[in-house]
Nanobody
């Protein structure tokens, strides 16, 4: 499977942005997909993940602001980011694994390329 992330950009604090992760080579059925981010000089960190049944897991730093959804017809997973903060500035990556718990710990099968999100204050 290949994952293609897109949708990043430059926004102001408080704005919203939606990232997309399109899969090719397989469907998201029976598959968990997640988002990670990496800011300059920092470790890559888990943002959130969703499995095929709709079960989700989010990092505390984004709970209540970020939501992961899926469009099965488009074989695409989305990361809706609301109330963005400058601390959300990072390169965002989508990733996938067979199980949600594997994605949460970063034990993934596939990484997509990153998409840059910059939030100005």
């Amino acid at each position: 499977v290949q994952l293609q992330a897109s949708g990043g950009g430059l926004v102001q604090a408080g704005d919203s942005l939606r990232l997309s992760c399109a899969a090719s080579g397989r469907t998201f059925s029976n598959y968990a997909t997640g988002w990670f981010r990496q800011a300059p000089g920092k470790e890559r960190e888990f943002v959130g993940a969703r499995d095929w049944s709709g079960l989700t897991n989010y990092a505390d730093s984004v709970k209540g602001r970020f939501t992961i959804s899926r469009d099965g017809a488009k074989n695409t997973v989305y990361l809706q980011m609301n109330s963005l903060k400058p601390d959300d500035t990072a390169t965002y990556y989508c990733a996938g694994a067979r199980l949600l718990r594997l994605v949460v710990v970063g034990n993934v099968d596939t990484w997509g390329q990153g998409t840059q999100v910059t939030v100005s204050s």
